[in-house]
């Protein structure tokens, strides 16, 4: 099974992400984003409506159709102002747009070691200098096998090592859906990276 399958199943069942609100760990960060934002794997759009709706102007990127559509219909359906595309982020380095904050809730966690780095030079791509990153990962503190591939810190840490600095790494969590909540009970274990671009 591919992993475009993969996800395609997860959206038509009901992906554990999708709560139909946004990642209170953003959520509660929303003082600290400005500008104009790329949320980057944005799903069906929560996160991306969420700071439409404060002002901002939003872009968020999926690989997938339906959640792209789904988060258009979200869009109109609340009168919001937000650009939604189908998009493959191991693309960013080839994009001309530039953003003032990008967030990642959930995508990072999803790339091999190459297409980590490949994705990590795309963000410092469309990520104007003094730009910040705000990424939310699954964690190597979740026990288990179950879901995606575990982060450690450290590699958070090399992965932004070279034209960033590191603000922060702070222990979240990922707000799941509510059948879920048996198999990572208080929601799964994350790491919560605010990251700034430094070189030009």
Same mark, same amino acid.
């Given at each position: ?12 069942? +009901? ?7 946004? &990642? /209170? @760990?953003?959520?509660?960060? *929303? %003082? #600290? ?26 872009? +968020? ?7 792209? &559509? /789904? @988060?258009?219909?979200?869009? *109109? %359906? #609340? ?26 809730? +959930? ?8 297409? /980590? ?84």
């Amino acid at each position: 099974m591919t992993e475009r399958t993969t996800f395609e199943e997860l959206y038509a069942t +009901g992906a554990p992400w999708d709560t139909g609100r946004p &990642q /209170r @760990a953003l959520a509660e960060m *929303a %003082e #600290r984003i400005t500008g104009s934002i790329l949320d980057a794997g944005c799903g069906t759009g929560e996160n991306a409506l969420f700071l439409a709706e404060r002002g901002h102007s939003v872009m +968020g990127i999926d690989f997938l159709e339906e959640p792209i &559509q /789904r @988060a258009k219909r979200k869009c *109109a %359906e #609340r009168g919001l102002k937000a650009s939604f595309l189908v998009k493959n982020a191991l693309t960013l380095e080839h994009w001309t747009e530039r953003f003032d904050t990008v967030l990642d809730s +959930g995508l990072f966690h999803v790339f091999d070691d190459d297409e /980590r780095e490949r994705y990590v030079q795309g963000l410092s791509v469309v990520l104007k200098p003094g730009g910040r990153l705000f990424l939310l990962c699954f964690s190597d503190e979740v026990p288990g096998t179950q879901g995606p591939r575990r982060v450690s810190q450290l590699e958070l840490r090399e992965a932004f090592a070279q034209g960033w600095t590191v603000e922060s790494i702070e222990r979240s969590r990922f707000e799941v859906r509510p059948e879920f909540e048996t198999a990572f009970p208080g929601g799964p274990q994350a790491w919560f990276l605010v990251a700034q671009r430094t070189d030009g």
